[in-house]
């Protein structure tokens, strides 16, 4: 609780990552101030009075265009491998505008786990071709030159996406990059995350789908556990409850995710996205848009994350900095002749004894502890006294859920350089 170090989640730019199209909405329904105060909550409650059908249909086009784009790259692609005309051509036929498209997309780093979905290619199978309610994903990516084990992951996405179950059904775009990366989170109804928790510090790429009406599913870890855990499935769906596993569980882990990921897929993602009403609109579904941009958005930007470190850090720090240099650097020189000291004379700091006022606790008794501390050449306004306590665990350590630190106040100074402190506390339930 004392160390000096805490967390700041981080966000995206916005303006780089909303389509056009997704703008111009923003535009008609949102106050002016949506594209240079993004972080302000009450701009983003504007999005209820966007209709559900203008919402849809704006996202639909850009649906449509992803597909248009990666139809168009998958056939460059082709050409450039060399590929016979016949499979050139049939490029011109995979994927399909209407159906739920799923975006991956990202460094492919092995925790990631990319190929993940893959663990039963025969329910996924079923699960894609479904005629009445189909499904396709869009992979893109790099790994780095030296990762072996994340190529092969992409060797594995080519080799699958190439299976006559799922030609039309998997495509993965190469050479990613940050077009790539615009057509993709502008277009997919569905950004999907599975890294191995807890190995993903924050990740950013699902943050972009929130300004282009798309929904996250992903594991609960990064930034998706902050998310979640704060509002739930009303702004996307969740892979497991956070488990961890150890490294020697890890394909067993991918077992169980795996299933939880097709089981979330096929029993709750699909049907929301299908289930239309006699307008053909998802009415859940675009109700998860408008609660996940509502909530979402005006948090997981770089407006609301520079404005964190700014006043929790950056402008601490000057002032702090300001103080110390002036006048004539005096109060920094006072402060490095202290603490040079202090660290000097710490080392003959010694604590003489600890006694307790009772042998016999009972609980929530209040009892007097009190500490003989020899300070050596320093004096108790130097130094902070604390008593630390708690309940135990198996291994006779202090738990930590459960610790608390209370001030010792000096309490007088008992012989030459050992000052006694003392501390009440009231005992804690077993």
Do not use: C
Not at 173 to 188: S, T
Not at 288 to 306: C, D, E, G, W, Y
Not at 364 to 390: C, F, K, M, Q
């Amino acid at each position: 609780k004392e160390v000096p170090i805490d967390a700041i989640t981080n966000g995206v730019h916005m303006l780089t990552w909303v389509s056009g199209e997704m703008a111009g909405l923003f535009d008609r329904y949102l106050p002016p101030e949506w594209r240079t105060n993004e972080s302000d909550p009450a701009i983003w409650e504007g999005v209820e009075h966007i209709p559900d059908s203008e919402l849809w249909r704006t996202h639909e086009r850009r649906r449509e265009r992803l597909v248009a784009f990666a139809r168009q790259r998958l056939r460059q692609q082709l050409i450039k491998r060399g590929a016979p005309q016949s499979e050139i051509e049939m490029a011109e036929e995979v994927l399909n505008p209407d159906a739920l498209t799923i975006g991956f997309a990202r460094r492919f780093a092995t925790y990631k786990r990319a190929t993940l979905i893959f663990e039963d290619l025969d329910r996924l199978n079923r699960i894609l071709n479904n005629p009445d309610r189909p499904v396709q994903f869009i992979f893109a990516g790099k790994a780095h030159p030296h990762d072996e084990p994340g190529k092969a992951f992409i060797r594995e996405i080519v080799r699958i996406a190439h299976l006559p179950e799922f030609r039309h059904k998997i495509v993965f775009l190469e050479n990613y990059d940050m077009l790539i990366a615009r057509y993709l989170v502008q277009g997919v109804d569905v950004w999907l995350n599975n890294p191995r928790r807890p190995k993903e510090a924050s990740g950013t790429s699902g943050m972009k789908v929130i300004y282009n009406g798309g929904l996250n599913f992903s594991i609960l870890d990064g930034w998706w556990a902050e998310a979640y855990e704060q509002f739930g499935s009303s702004v996307g769906w969740a892979i497991g409850n956070g488990e961890e596993y150890d490294e020697d569980d890890w394909e067993h882990q991918d077992r169980i995710e795996a299933q939880a990921l097709l089981n979330v897929l096929e029993n709750d993602l699909i049907p929301t996205f299908y289930e239309r009403g006699r307008d053909s609109l998802p009415r859940e579904w675009i109700d998860k848009i408008k609660q996940s941009m509502i909530h979402l958005a005006p948090f997981f930007n770089t407006r609301r994350m520079v404005q964190e470190y700014t006043e929790k850090y950056y402008m601490p720090l000057f002032n702090l900095t300001r103080k110390m240099k002036s006048p004539d650097d005096a109060v920094a020189k006072q402060y490095t002749e202290w603490r040079l000291n202090l660290d000097k004379l710490w080392k003959k700091i010694k604590v003489n004894s600890v006694t307790i006022s009772s042998q016999e606790v009972k609980v929530d008794e209040t009892i007097e502890i009190s500490a003989d501390v020899n300070l050596g050449e320093l004096t108790p306004d130097s130094v902070r006294v604390e008593l630390y306590y708690g309940t135990l665990n198996l291994r006779g350590e202090i738990n930590d859920a459960t610790s608390e630190a209370v001030e010792m106040k000096p309490n007088g100074k008992s012989d030459g350089s050992v000052y006694t402190f003392k501390a009440q506390i009231k005992s804690l339930a077993s």
